[in-house]
């Protein structure tokens, strides 16, 4: 079943253009959990060299929202939510880890812990927390 929503998963992401455009990809996609990648370049580094908060923004709110759906069905939307940058992101690699906290019928609330990957570590650089909602109005 894992496998399935992980095929579903990156055939939503590759209907994205700005995903696409980011070469964003789900790595992992299950049950109440979402894991998100993207490779890092000097395209989406701001002045100081660091990842623009924008991308790490992206990251965290698509993962929610792939967590989310998991849960509520796969028309889902980000009513809302919020971003904490921790650390400058600098690497080859973000990952966002996103996972349901709760849910009822028509939403949920979903946290993301975004890192920065190098050759030998793993840095939380952005914490998020948001509420996805389900366009269905069959619930």
């Given at each position: 079943m894992?496998d399935?929503?992980?095929?579903?998963g990156?055939?939503?992401?590759?209907?994205q253009p700005?995903s696409?455009?980011?070469k964003?990809?789900?790595?992992?996609f299950?049950?109440g959990?979402a894991?998100?990648?993207l490779?890092?370049?000097?395209e989406?580094?701001?002045?100081?060299?660091?990842v623009?908060?924008?991308v790490l923004?992206?990251?965290?709110?698509n993962a929610?929202t792939f967590?989310?759906g998991?849960?509520?069905g796969l028309?889902v939307?980000t009513?809302?939510y919020?971003?904490?940058?921790v650390?400058?992101?600098?690497g080859q690699?973000l990952?966002a880890?996103?996972s349901v906290?709760?849910?009822?019928?028509?939403q949920?609330?979903?946290q993301?812990?975004?890192y920065?990957?190098d050759?030998q570590?793993?840095?939380?650089v952005?914490v998020?927390?948001?509420?996805?909602?389900?366009?269905?109005?069959?619930?």
């Amino acid at each position: 079943m894992s496998d399935d929503l992980t095929a579903i998963g990156q055939q939503i992401l590759a209907s994205q253009p700005f995903s696409q455009l980011l070469k964003a990809q789900i790595s992992e996609f299950r049950q109440g959990y979402a894991e998100l990648r993207l490779n890092i370049s000097p395209e989406l580094t701001q002045q100081f060299g660091f990842v623009h908060g924008g991308v790490l923004s992206y990251a965290a709110d698509n993962a929610i929202t792939f967590a989310g759906g998991s849960v509520l069905g796969l028309e889902v939307v980000t009513a809302e939510y919020k971003i904490n940058y921790v650390k400058p992101a600098q690497g080859q690699e973000l990952i966002a880890r996103a996972s349901v906290l709760s849910s009822g019928s028509r939403q949920a609330v979903c946290q993301c812990l975004v890192y920065c990957r190098d050759e030998q570590n793993e840095t939380l650089v952005a914490v998020a927390q948001g509420t996805i909602m389900t366009l269905s109005s069959k619930r």
